[in-house]
């Protein structure tokens, strides 16, 4: 099994836990669909499997180890506003080179335009940021995509864009994946599976 | 019907441009025309839904209304409320009163501010403000929380709240849905449709188009700084072949629920226009007509701009 959550917990505080004795498994190849009201904790769930949070009890296996505390992580997140993902200091080239350095053919493959590695954030559109978003992320040593409403405030020929591609490099890959979202149609038409969060956590309790 | 006619508009923009000036090299500076002959009209009772690629210039289209562009900006052309023109006077008498804006990004709540006190703003009621949230399924406790401790969804449904608590006559959504589940993003919207039955206007920037048909009454698409074209909503529901402009068709095969198939390119930048048409590099209809000027033009019950629409 790829990835594993097993009994996982976690609250912001003690009093009121926001995911309650969650276990799930994606396989290889698989597109998992993540669906629940807001506010139920999909973000939450999103940053512990990518490694950013710790569950308060539970455990996450990768490749039945637990996630790696340094170094590249497997599991790679993005997320859902591109803006905020990036260091703003930063030109847009040092962004995507501090993952890995994609070659030109790449880069065309996504739709990413040579010029604009050399401009800052703040000179670009949020379609053209989520593609470096998603540029970054997709090096050699990523396994496994979240994708946390990657698409919500883009337009739907670019929603369209970039579902493509990442779906073409995830099978191409053979790579698991989480998608976060709002959207049943987009739901039914980029999931192998789909999972109701609030069911999951219920079942926990 | 009759009685729309007799009153002018709520909300009626007419050739508006919107031009940033930018330093270019050193002390040069340069005129970047972003938003280019756009005409929209919204009357009372009416839902308009303005969609489009992003950076088509839907939220400046907003912003100028309410009169908070940049300081480095400049417009021409005339906008309109209820038959007066919009003053910067005029604009700062009515915003947050009679034109009420949900802005677009949940980082314009005050993060110092508990999220309660924020929706009473300066003219609401306590009493107001937990009808809303009752409303909105947001449990009385939120109003004693800061922003950061909200989810995105429930950050989205408090700003949702800032704009529907006041009597506003002209509301402009930028955006209020996205981040929000299904069930709250139709209540939202029948929210909104009740509001604009009440005899007010109501102008939603969204990119969820289906959200847009199921309450809106005409809908506005908007492709590099211009509006492309004008449909009634029956002509989205109806399917392709109703619609009028080559872009709009490209929007609708790119839906989930249809194809989920894009057309190549990007939209040009501002400052990179094509002459003529701005969708033309990316239309297989192109012609060399296309390159010369395009006016908006009526066409079964809508408006396109495009010279090969039928």
Same mark, same amino acid.
């Given at each position: 099994?790829?990835?594993?959550?097993?009994?996982?917990?976690?609250?912001?505080?003690?009093?009121?836990?926001?995911?309650?004795?969650?276990?799930?498994?994606?396989?290889?190849?698989?597109?998992?669909?993540?669906?629940?009201?807001?506010?139920?904790?999909?973000?939450?769930?999103?940053?512990?499997?990518?490694?950013?949070?710790?569950?308060?009890?539970?455990?996450?296996?990768?490749?039945?180890?637990?996630?790696?505390?340094?170094?590249?992580?497997?599991?790679?997140?993005?997320?859902?506003?591109?803006?905020?993902? !990036?260091?703003?200091?930063? &030109?847009? =080239?040092?962004?995507?080179?501090?993952?890995? /350095?994609?070659?030109? @053919?790449?880069? *065309? #493959?996504?739709?990413?335009?040579?010029?604009?590695?050399?401009?800052?954030?703040?000179?670009?559109?949020?379609?053209?940021?989520?593609?470096?978003?998603?540029?970054?992320?997709?090096?050699?040593?990523?396994?496994?995509?979240?994708?946390?409403?990657?698409?919500?405030?883009?337009?739907?020929?670019?929603?369209?864009?970039?579902?493509?591609? !990442?779906?073409?490099?995830? &099978?191409? =890959?053979?790579?698991?994946?989480?998608?976060? /979202?709002?959207?049943? @149609?987009?739901? *039914? #038409?980029?999931?192998?599976?789909?999972?109701?969060?609030?069911?999951?956590?219920?079942?926990?309790? | 019907?009759?009685?729309?006619?007799?009153?002018?508009?709520?909300?009626?923009?007419?050739?508006?441009?919107?031009?940033?000036?930018?330093?270019?090299?050193?002390?040069?500076?340069?005129?970047?025309?972003?938003?280019?002959?756009?005409?929209?009209?919204?009357?009372?009772?009416?839902i308009?839904?303005?969609?489009?690629?992003?950076?088509?210039?839907?939220?400046?289209?907003?912003?100028?209304?309410?009169?908070?562009?940049?300081?480095?900006?400049?417009?021409?052309?005339?906008?309109?409320?209820?038959?007066?023109?919009?003053?910067?006077?005029?604009?700062?008498?009515?915003?947050?009163?009679?034109?009420?804006?949900?802005?677009?990004?949940?980082?314009?709540?005050?993060?110092?501010?508990?999220?309660?006190?924020?929706?009473?703003?300066?003219?609401?009621?306590?009493?107001?403000?937990?009808?809303?949230?009752?409303?909105?399924?947001?449990?009385?406790?939120?109003?004693?929380?800061?922003?950061?401790?909200?989810?995105?969804?429930?950050?989205?449904?408090?700003?949702?709240?800032?704009?529907?608590?006041?009597?506003?006559?002209?509301?402009?959504?930028?955006?209020?849905?996205?981040?929000?589940?299904?069930?709250?993003?139709?209540?939202?919207m029948r929210y909104f449709r009740e509001i604009a039955d009440a005899?007010?206007?109501v102008?939603?920037?969204?990119?969820?188009?289906?959200?847009?048909?199921s309450i809106a009454?005409?809908?506005?698409?908007?492709?590099?700084?211009?509006?492309?074209?004008?449909?009634?909503?029956?002509?989205?529901?109806?399917?392709?072949?109703?619609?009028?402009?080559?872009?709009?068709?490209?929007?609708?095969?790119?839906?989930?629920?249809?194809?989920?198939?894009?057309?190549?390119?990007?939209?040009?930048?501002?400052?990179?226009?094509?002459?003529?048409?701005?969708?033309?590099?990316?239309?297989?209809?192109?012609?060399?007509?296309?390159?010369?000027?395009?006016?908006?033009?009526?066409?079964?019950?809508?408006?396109?701009?495009?010279?090969?629409?039928?």
């Amino acid at each position: 099994m790829l990835l594993e959550v097993k009994n996982v917990s976690f609250g912001y505080s003690y009093k009121e836990p926001i995911l309650k004795n969650v276990s799930f498994s994606v396989d290889k190849g698989e597109r998992v669909g993540l669906v629940g009201p807001s506010g139920y904790g999909k973000s939450t769930l999103s940053k512990l499997l990518a490694g950013y949070l710790v569950p308060t009890e539970g455990e996450i296996l990768f490749e039945e180890k637990p996630l790696p505390t340094t170094g590249y992580c497997p599991i790679q997140l993005i997320y859902q506003h591109p803006e905020k993902a !990036v260091n703003i200091r930063w &030109k847009m =080239r040092q962004i995507l080179e501090e993952s890995w /350095t994609p070659d030109d @053919a790449f880069l *065309q #493959k996504i739709g990413i335009e040579k010029q604009w590695l050399d401009r800052w954030p703040n000179e670009l559109s949020g379609g053209e940021m989520q593609r470096f978003c998603i540029a970054r992320i997709l090096g050699p040593k990523t396994k496994f995509l979240l994708a946390d409403e990657i698409s919500t405030m883009l337009d739907v020929i670019t929603q369209a864009q970039i579902w493509q591609l !990442v779906l073409s490099i995830v &099978k191409e =890959r053979d790579m698991g994946m989480i998608v976060v /979202t709002h959207s049943e @149609a987009l739901a *039914q #038409k980029v999931c192998t599976r789909i999972i109701d969060l609030p069911t999951l956590n219920a079942a926990g309790r | 019907m009759s009685q729309k006619k007799e009153k002018p508009p709520v909300l009626e923009v007419t050739d508006l441009s919107i031009c940033f000036r930018m330093y270019d090299r050193g002390l040069n500076q340069k005129e970047l025309k972003v938003i280019s002959s756009l005409n929209i009209a919204i009357h009372a009772g009416e839902i308009l839904a303005v969609v489009g690629s992003s950076g088509s210039g839907k939220s400046l289209l907003a912003h100028a209304v309410l009169g908070i562009l940049p300081h480095n900006s400049s417009y021409s052309g005339s906008m309109k409320y209820c038959g007066q023109e919009l003053t910067p006077h005029l604009q700062k008498k009515l915003r947050g009163k009679e034109i009420a804006l949900v802005p677009q990004s949940v980082g314009y709540l005050d993060p110092m501010m508990r999220v309660g006190k924020q929706v009473i703003g300066i003219h609401g009621t306590e009493r107001q403000q937990q009808e809303v949230f009752q409303r909105f399924n947001l449990s009385p406790e939120t109003a004693q929380k800061y922003p950061f401790q909200l989810s995105g969804g429930m950050a989205r449904r408090v700003l949702v709240s800032t704009a529907v608590i006041t009597d506003a006559h002209l509301i402009i959504a930028d955006e209020p849905t996205p981040g929000l589940n299904p069930e709250v993003a139709e209540e939202t919207m029948r929210y909104f449709r009740e509001i604009a039955d009440a005899g007010n206007a109501v102008m939603l920037i969204t990119h969820d188009i289906d959200l847009a048909l199921s309450i809106a009454d005409k809908i506005a698409v908007f492709y590099a700084g211009t509006t492309v074209e004008i449909a009634p909503v029956q002509d989205f529901l109806e399917g392709k072949e109703r619609l009028r402009h080559p872009y709009t068709k490209a929007l609708w095969d790119a839906l989930p629920q249809n194809d989920f198939v894009p057309i190549s390119g990007l939209q040009p930048y501002a400052g990179s226009l094509p002459s003529g048409c701005p969708f033309a590099p990316r239309c297989q209809y192109r012609t060399d007509d296309c390159s010369g000027e395009v006016e908006m033009r009526k066409m079964r019950g809508g408006e396109v701009r495009c010279k090969h629409a039928t």
